[in-house]
C-alpha cells in the first residue's frame, strides 16, 4: 500500500495517510497529527482532514469500479464539510457507504451514462469524539 500511495498519491503518503480498514462496504483511512499536518493553531490543517476524508471514500469508490471490469471515470463533483472539535491526534475517517457507491457506479455501466452520489465520512479522534464531517459527492461516467 505504501508503493501505491507513494506512486499515486505523493502527498497522502508524504502526510502519512494509512489505511486501517478496507472492504467493499466500508473503509477507515487515518491522519496523524505531526509536524506535516499540523498547522500554526496546533491542530490539523482543514486540507489534510479533507485528504484523508476523500480518500476514506475514493479508496470504496475505485474498488467496485476495479471490481466491475468496466474502464469508468470517477472525480469529485462536489464537497461540504464540518469542522466540530479541533483536531489533536489521529484522527480515523471511517465511510460505510461502499454499497451506495456500488449501485451508483452498476447504474452509470448498465444506463452508460454518468451518475453521482453523494457519500459521507466522519473524523473521530484518539478520545471517540466527531472532529469533522465530510460529504463528497462523486460522479461516475463509464468510458
Not at 456500488?102 to 452520489?117: F, H, L, P, V, Y
Not at 459521507?120 to 460522479?139: M, P, Q, R
Amino acid at each position: 500500500m505504501k508503493i501505491f500511495m507513494l506512486s499515486k498519491l505523493p502527498l497522502a503518503f508524504l502526510a502519512q495517510l494509512s489505511i486501517d480498514h478496507m472492504d467493499g462496504h466500508r473503509s477507515a483511512v487515518s491522519l496523524p497529527y505531526n509536524y506535516l499536518t499540523k498547522n500554526p493553531f496546533r491542530s490539523i490543517y482543514f486540507a489534510a482532514l479533507s485528504m484523508a476524508a476523500e480518500l476514506s471514500t475514493g479508496i470504496l469508490a475505485l474498488s467496485h469500479v476495479e471490481k466491475s471490469g468496466k474502464p469508468v471515470s470517477m472525480l469529485v463533483l462536489g464537497m461540504r464539510a464540518e469542522f466540530l472539535k479541533k483536531a489533536k491526534s489521529r484522527i480515523v475517517f471511517t465511510c460505510d457507504q461502499g454499497d451506495v457507491l456500488e449501485k451508483t457506479i452498476a447504474d452509470s455501466i448498465s444506463e452508460n451514462t454518468g451518475k453521482t452520489s453523494e457519500v459521507y465520512s466522519s473524523g473521530i479522534d484518539s478520545s471517540g469524539d466527531i472532529v469533522a464531517k465530510f460529504w463528497f459527492t462523486w460522479t461516475f461516467k463509464p468510458k
